[in-house]
Each structure stands twice: as C-alpha cells, then as structure tokens.
Nanobody, 127 residues
C-alpha cells in the first residue's frame, strides 16, 4: 500500500504561482509512475502531468505545457508540481496519484491507470 498526502494548496491571484508537494509513505516511490490531476466542481478529473519512475519520461497536458513542471525526489519519496501563470479557471482540487505501469500519454492520462491517490489539496485562483 502507498499513502499519498498533498500539500501546498491555497489562494493565489491570477498570474501567480504555487508549488504543490506530494509525500508518499508505505512503499518506495522509485518503482512507481507519478502523476498530478485536478478536479473542478461539476467537472471530470483532468490529467495534468506524469513522470515515470526514473525521471526518464514526462508528459504534460496541452493546457499546462510550459507553465507547470513536475519533479520527483525518489530519495525523499516526494513528488512536486510547480505551477506558474495560474488562471481563475484552474481553481480545483489537485490530486497526486501513483501507479506501477508506464505507457503512452493517452494511457497515463487515464485515472484508472493509478492505484493510489491522495486526498487532494485545494487551489483557488482569484481574479
């Protein structure tokens, strides 16, 4: 079992930045693919980015490419999401996810590829 706990959410003005963190416990992250999703009220969960176990491959959704950066520190069992130029429509609960497999971006964008999820952290972007 893997437990994931997100932190770093909060209120930010439009155009601002936030860095989210995801702390893992229960199993070393080194063998897991990691990802970030978000879900706004009344909307489906949206894939943002994924990174494979050895940092060798990273995917970004088009909506965040160039503004968001995923990183991981396997030694610390941590995953991070740096978000720049945030917009009000990006207000959502942001989730960290982990899974044992790696594949195409279409595959890794699927929620059901991930076995473990955090509880989420709220990000609110004010206009």
């Amino acid at each position: 079992q893997v437990q994931l706990v997100e932190s770093g959410g909060g209120l930010v003005q439009a155009g601002g930045s936030l860095k989210l963190s995801c702390a893992a416990s229960g199993r070393p992250l080194v063998s897991l693919a990691m990802a970030w999703f978000r879900q706004a009220p009344g909307k489906e969960r949206e894939f943002l980015t994924a990174i494979n176990h050895d940092y060798g491959s990273i995917y970004y959704a088009e909506s965040v490419k160039g503004r968001f950066t995923i990183d991981r520190d396997n030694a610390k069992n941590m995953v991070y999401l740096r978000m720049n130029s945030l917009e009000p429509e990006e207000t959502a609960v942001y989730y960290c996810a982990a899974g044992p497999r790696w594949g195409s971006i279409a595959t890794m964008a699927r929620s059901d590829e991930y076995d473990y999820w955090g509880q989420g952290t709220q990000v609110t972007v004010s206009s």
